[in-house]
């Protein structure tokens, strides 16, 4: 197949999205449609599964028709329909396996069921056209992994989170400090005048020599410290805010940094031949967290890959392209059987991971 044209449908959390991918030696993106749920959610401080599910069911077609029709494209130009068929919560990825099986039965197109988390793994192939193996890190509301990607398939885990993500933590910390949802960009706006060392927060699993990490005791030490500073005032001022936000970053921050070296020395040891260390994930917005393992990655000799924003965050693009390479990869269809998985490592020969965020599985 010369030419690889795919539908990508994306519905795993509070996102809908449907994109357009065209392969023909180069990728490109014929449309990314995403339709974000953040307003349904708002009043209830988290993702509700229910609601999500139900919103993912109404706007899912009304999404394909719009990503096909910005691609110029109809269901006839299509080759292969490619769907999250997990990790996520159950409802929503139920909606959109049920989706493409009805466009697939439709259509006669073959049905590419696709793991999320290989969706952002794979996204600086089809940005910056990155060589395996490549380092990756996954930092979002309710990702938080390292992985080698050695092939389409073919992942290694070298550690992640063991309680909340980095995302989750942001927005938590963010809620107790009285800032906006979602709290990673209220954070982030606050510390930039505040004091990162008024607070001694902790660093949890620093010195470790592995690759795990835990953020929820973080979120816990800044609530002492600012019910500390509210028993001393008894009103919590902006600079207050400013400098809890500036602590809580710069332990986010060192954690991140300190992790990612010790996932770069491993990484290294393989001596890639074009090493580098990409990021994906709401969290890479934050500059200073960028710029931290931007660092990291020099001071190992790997090259840093930041995708924009659009394609870091959930969208379709990725499913898409996930499908694209593993048609060019020679890998088989899905058929009828196709089922949503809530769970679904992308390393099976990994400890599984504990718990399960706000915003469903993380792994
Ligand atoms: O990847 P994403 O859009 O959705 C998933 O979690 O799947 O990530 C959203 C998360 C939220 O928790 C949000 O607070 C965080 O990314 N985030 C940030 C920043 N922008 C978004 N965290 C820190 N700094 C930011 N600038
Ligand atoms: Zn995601």
């Excluded at 909606?95 to 988390?117: D, E, F, I, W």
């Excluded at 934050?286 to 965050?313: D, H, M, W, Y």
Aim: with cysteine; aromatic share 4%.
């Amino acid at each position: 197949m010369s030419t690889i044209t795919v539908l990508g449908i994306e519905s795993s959390c509070d996102d809908t999205a449907a994109a357009v991918l065209r392969w023909d030696g180069v990728a490109e993106v014929l449309s990314s449609e995403v339709s974000g749920q953040t307003d349904l959610h708002a009043a209830f401080g988290g993702v509700v599964p229910e609601i999500a599910a139900r919103a993912h069911a109404e706007r899912l077609d009304l999404m394909v028709e719009l990503a096909l029709e910005k691609a110029g494209l109809g269901l006839d130009d299509l080759d292969a329909i490619a769907v999250t068929s997990g990790p996520g919560l159950i409802g929503g990825v139920v909606s959109g396996v049920m989706c493409a099986k009805g466009l697939a039965a439709a259509t006669g197109l073959p049905l590419l069921g696709v793991n999320h988390l290989a969706g952002h793994a794979l996204t600086p192939r089809l940005t910056d056209g990155l060589a395996f193996p490549y380092l990756m890190l996954l930092v979002s509301g309710g990702h938080c992994q390292f992985l080698i990607a050695h092939g389409p398939d073919n992942f290694e885990r070298l550690g992640g989170t063991i309680d909340d993500a980095p995302g989750e933590a942001f927005d938590k910390s963010a809620r107790l400090l009285g800032l906006p949802q979602p709290g990673g960009p209220a954070i982030e706006e606050a510390a930039k005048a505040g004091d990162p060392c008024r607070f001694d927060l902790p660093r949890p699993l620093i010195r470790e020599p592995h690759c795990d990490m835990s953020f929820s005791g973080l979120k816990t030490a800044l609530l002492r410290a600012r019910d500390a500073v509210m028993q001393e005032g008894n009103r919590l001022k902006r600079q207050d805010v400013c400098d809890l936000s500036a602590s809580f970053q710069a332990a986010v921050g060192e954690v991140l940094s300190a992790k990612t070296a010790r996932a770069l020395e491993a990484y290294m040891a393989l001596a890639p031949s074009e090493p580098a260390l990409a990021v994906a994930g709401g969290v890479a917005a934050n500059q200073s967290l960028r710029a931290a393992l931007a660092v990291e990655a020099k001071r190992a000799g790997a090259r840093f890959i930041a995708p924009p924003l659009a394609l870091c965050t959930d969208n379709a693009a990725m499913i898409a392209w996930t499908g694209i390479e593993r048609l060019r990869a020679g890998g088989h269809a899905d058929d009828m059987t196709l089922a949503a998985r809530p769970r679904w490592p992308l390393d099976s020969a990994a400890v599984p991971m504990l718990g399960s965020g706000k915003k469903g599985a993380k792994a």
